[in-house]
């Protein structure tokens, strides 16, 4: 059926489609040769799911063979059947590795590749310099990081575990920083103190103000100095380092709003300056900084680089 038979069939036209005009003969009809190719590719997936049938049943067979042989045999993992797994697994990736491994008598797909060995990536390590091994199918080659060398997962492990070591070692010294006691008098704390909680933060934190969450935090601080302050008759106060710089630095921030109003909360407190006293906590609060990071160098060490 020509191309304009077919349209005029599509139209519902009455005449006789034998009428319709052939297509000269040097220029073949595009419809049947897309019969032709819809043919060969009919014939194409037949013979891919012959194919296919056939795999199956010989990846069955083979699995069936590898179990009679260990079964029938008092020492099952000898060498020639291990060299045997071995072809199978890594030379021909269609066989299922988790019913190969069955097959072979093992339980797990690691502990069959530990049984049969690895096989060689042609990378080598840039730390050992011995050859970087293919541990499974699913094996990817390390990638150059950091330092742009290529590990084995040895060396990759050790590397690693050497950067632990330094990030608890930096975690440590920051936490003894963070923990050192600023001994002050309770009447420079609740100056601060009570400047931060002046200024009570309203709503929600605005995602945009990247003080906000600061001065949050800083509000709850100082409502806890306040109350510490309030039930305690010493003279002096020891706050960590970490809630004193964050108190004294938002303090120092509300400071200069409203200078009579700062007075207002200052003057029943002491006659020094705002000003005075919150420099003589950020100067105290700097000593013991200085002291703590000079203890924490020698109580927590920086751990050697790895040697490459």
Not at 251 to 256: C, K, M, S, T
Request: hydrophobic content about 40%; overall charge negative.
């Amino acid at each position: 059926m020509t191309s304009t038979a077919i349209a005029r069939h599509a139209t519902g036209s009455t005449e006789d489609l034998r009428s319709a005009p052939e297509a000269p003969m040097d220029q073949p009809d595009p419809y049947t040769a897309l019969q032709h190719s819809i043919g060969d590719l009919t014939e194409a997936l037949a013979l891919e799911a012959t194919a296919q049938a056939a795999r199956a049943v010989t990846i069955k067979n083979i699995l069936a063979m590898l179990a009679d042989m260990r079964q029938n045999t008092e020492q099952p993992h000898t060498p020639a059947y291990l060299a045997a797994v071995r072809h199978l697994y890594w030379q021909h990736t269609v066989i299922p590795s988790l019913e190969l491994t069955a097959a072979a008598g093992f339980n797990y797909p690691a502990e069959m590749t530990a049984a049969i060995g690895h096989v060689p990536s042609g990378l080598t390590c840039d730390v050992c310099q011995q050859d970087i091994v293919r541990t499974s199918r699913s094996w990817l080659p390390p990638t150059r990081v950091r330092d742009g060398l290529l590990r084995c997962a040895t060396c990759d492990r050790a590397s690693q575990e050497a950067r632990n070591r330094r990030w608890e070692a930096a975690a440590m010294r920051s936490s003894h920083v963070e923990k050192g006691p600023v001994n002050a008098p309770c009447v420079d704390w609740m100056v601060a103190a009570r400047l931060v909680l002046a200024y009570p933060p309203i709503g929600a934190v605005d995602p945009d103000d990247k003080y906000a969450g600061f001065h949050w935090r800083a509000y709850e601080l100082a409502q806890q100095l306040n109350q510490r302050i309030a039930g305690t008759f010493a003279t002096h106060l020891v706050v960590p380092v970490v809630e004193a710089s964050r108190i004294v630095e938002s303090a120092e921030r509300v400071v200069g709003w409203d200078l009579d109003r700062t007075w207002e909360i200052v003057v029943p407190l002491t006659d020094e300056s705002p000003s005075l006293i919150l420099s003589r906590l950020e100067r105290r609060i700097r000593e013991v900084c200085e002291q703590r990071k000079a203890e924490a160098l020698t109580l927590f060490p920086t751990p050697a680089p790895e040697s490459a």
